[in-house]
Each structure stands twice: as C-alpha cells, then as structure tokens.
C-alpha cells in the first residue's frame, strides 16, 4: 500500500483559502495539517494589539470553519513548534507563505534550514505582495527612496502580477493527536474591557466578509475613487485594509477584480488612484523590508536630533479625542469607536500630533497599532514617518495640516464632526470646526460650554505651528554647526 503523503500548513497573514499560494502547494498532497501559531517569540513591538487579537479572534474562527473545524491553533515559538509538529505528525512537506519584517525572515531562514536536515520540504510563497521587494531595484541595484519612481518605473514596468488562483480542493485532513488539539477560545485573543462592542457593527472579518467588501467597493465607491475617499463622512473608500492585513484578501485579488470592473482600462483615473494605493501599500512593505528598523527609528537621521516635547496629558487629550479641535476629536473618536480610521483624517490627526503638539510621531504609531483594526507594522511605521517628515518620500516637515481648513474642505457640513462629537451637533455648518470662534448666544443656543461639555482648544493653532517650524529650523541649524 503506497504511504499516504502528508503536508503542514502553517497560516500567518494568509487566513483565506483563495489565491493562497502555500495552500495550493500543500492540497497537493494526500493529507494535509492546518496550523496557526501566535508567535511568542517575536519582538515587543510586533505584538499584536488589542484591536488587531479581536479581529485576529474572529477571522480565525471564520478560516477553521471553511476547514471543516480542522485548524490547529496554538501559542508559542513558532519554529520550535512547527519542528515538533513536523515529528510528530510525520508530515513529508511545510508550507508558508513569506513575510517580510526582519525578525521573520531571519526566524523562517533558520527554520527552513533545520526542516530541510530533518529530511522535510520547506517551501516559501508569495502571498502576500503585488511585486515582491527584492526584485525590484533600480539599474544601479539599489532600492528605491521615492514612490512614484517605484511603482511606475520598478513595479508597472515589470511583470504584471500574477492572476489568482482558484480555491484548491483538499483531499483530506491529518488526524490531530488529543494532547495537541486547543481552541480559538483558549488563545485569549478579545478584549476583558468591553469596548470593542460596536466593531460588530461596522465589520464583518473572514475571508468572505473580504470578498464581500471587495464587491461593495466594487460596485459603489470605485466610480467616485478619486474624489470621494477624500470625504470621511460619505463611504469613499475600500475599507479593506484590515482583510489585507490578515491574509483574508490578497491584493492580486483586489487588483484584477477591480480592473476587471472597467474591462481592463488602467486608464481610468478613478481605478488608476486606487491601484496606486495598493502600490503605496507595497511601497511600505518594501521600505520596511530594505529598511527593517523604520519601525523604531527615523528613516530620515537628520531628525533624531529632533527635540520632541513629553507631554503625556496633552497626548492623552489627543488618544481620546478631547484637543477641542473638532476635526480631531472626531478622527480618534472613530477610531476608539470603530477600530478605524478614514485616511485622509489619519493624515490630519497624524500631522496635529507631531507638529502642533510636539509629540514624537513614535508615540502616535504605537496607539495607533494597539487601536486599529489593520495595524500592520509596515503601513503604520511609514505612514507615521511620512507624516511627520522623517521617512521616505515624506510630507515635508514644515508642511503642517490645518485641521480648521482640512474640515472646511472635507466635511463642509460637519456631518462627520457631528456623528463622532454629538455634543456639537447643533452648532452651525460655518462655526462646526472652529467652535471657539462661534458667538456667545450662538453656543448657548447649541447647548455647548466650551471647557465643560467640550474642550476648548488644548493649544493655539497658529502659535504651535509656528513653534514647530521654529524648532525644525533650530533642529537643521544645529546640525549644520
């Protein structure tokens, strides 16, 4: 009798089972064992936040029910772990699909090597990326620093990427021994503090809660692409950055069946934008991949002389949404509330911590990855570091977004102002981002006391941004001695 072969599978930010690449290698095989493993050994700062585990908890969930409630899960080292299961199980294959930060690589190099003296196939697949990052350099073999060059000349002019592929038909599972078999439940992945109540609302994780955002976006929002993802009160935007995140959609997937919508025409603005932004979130992975410690430390190192200001009350006015500066205030709100954040105010957000506050962009990156839902350590550390302009291709340090004229622009009605901060909700489209400047009886009318059902401005706009431009210039001077 010909002994059956046998494969593991070991799951990471690939919780789907279309278009994965490692599955499909491994559905080739007689049995197959599914395992995810939450990595104990991976550094202090790529442990996943409290947001990130209550998605984590239900995409998992979500993935074990399309394998017939076969996944094993488990806590621990996850090289150590995947040995042992190797033995154990007897298995002739390992499969994964890669991931990019540093300590991962150099975890997977490693394990990759001890399989392979075990006398078991070890084999890696891209799963996760459009173009993977070391393939794309310039002529002089050296990685891109700025976007554009990147994904117009490195990525487009390169190979298309490559079309998804189908979900694999899986012959049949590996008995799991009694001693090894655990629960999602047991991992311990959601919140004791009940504030992740109104996530359910607004989000549906798993692979076809994924394929379902994909068709919403698909036939609403993508029309409208380019000018409405910048209105945070409307659904202009995808809102698939969390599917991204955790493997549940892969951005081959996105990317065909978005120009599949418009026949294939890459001109199209609308879908060119969006594509670009899948680009952007390429670009992340890539930088911090060419440049592994963009997560801790400034890309840009004529900044770390940079004197930022400890200001623990005023960055805890910030984390809660209690600046007095509407626009804000609403922007965290919605992501306390939500788990998410629109982008364009992200970017406002972003730029009133580090500039008008004076607060290291560091500190901003870490709520964000403990508060959202697609914390992913590439996008947030170069989306923090482009807004504060320490990072690659950068928003330039003096350019400083004012939240009064953002608000203006964005949300002209205050209709997303009024829906995070209600207590300004009857306070006039003319006055909704800049309270303070209402008349007296107009607030009176409104229902609003400044400094007691809302905040009165925790710093002066005009006056803190000017001291950020002058400790910049007093940053570069000193660096020029």
Known sequence: MTQQK??????????????NPALHAAAEFDEILPVYIIDESCPSNAVSGAASNWWLH???????????????VLRGNAAELIIQLAE?????????????????????????????????????????????????LKKDGTPYKVFTPYYRKGCLHRTSPRLPLPKPSIKAYISQTQDMQSSINQLSLLPTIKWDTSFYEHWHPGEKGAADNLQDYIEGPADNYQEGRNIPSVKGTSRLSPHFHFGELSPNQAWYAVLDSVDGNIENKDIDVYLSELGWRE???YLLFHWPTINTENFNHKFNAFRWLDDPASLRDWQFGKTGIPIVDAGMRELYQTGYMHNRIRMVVGSFL???????????????????????????????QWIAGTGADASPYFRVFNPILQGEKFDKEGLYVKKYCPELSKVPSKFIHKPWEAPSNILNACGVVLGKNYPKPIVDLKASRQRALDAFSASKESLND
């Open 88 to 136: 154990e199980y007897n298995v002739d294959a390992v499969f994964w699909n890669r991931q990019y930060d540093l300590w991962q690589i150099q975890r997977d190099t490693k394990l990759k090597e001890k399989l392979k003296t075990n006398n078991v196939i070890a084999k890696s697949f891209n799963g996760s990326l459009l173009w993977e990052p070391m393939d794309v």
């Open 283 to 285: 670009f992340s992975h």
């Open 58 to 72: 239900h995409s998992l969930v979500s993935l074990s029910k399309s394998l017939n409630d076969k996944l094993l």
């Open 354 to 384: 580090v500039k008008n506050l004076l607060i290291d962009w560091r500190q901003g990156e870490r709520w964000f990855w403990d508060c959202l839902l697609d914390a992913d350590m590439a996008a947030n550390s170069a989306s923090w």
């Open 6 to 19: 046998k494969a593991l599978m070991w799951f990471r930010q690939d919780l789907r089972q279309i278009d």
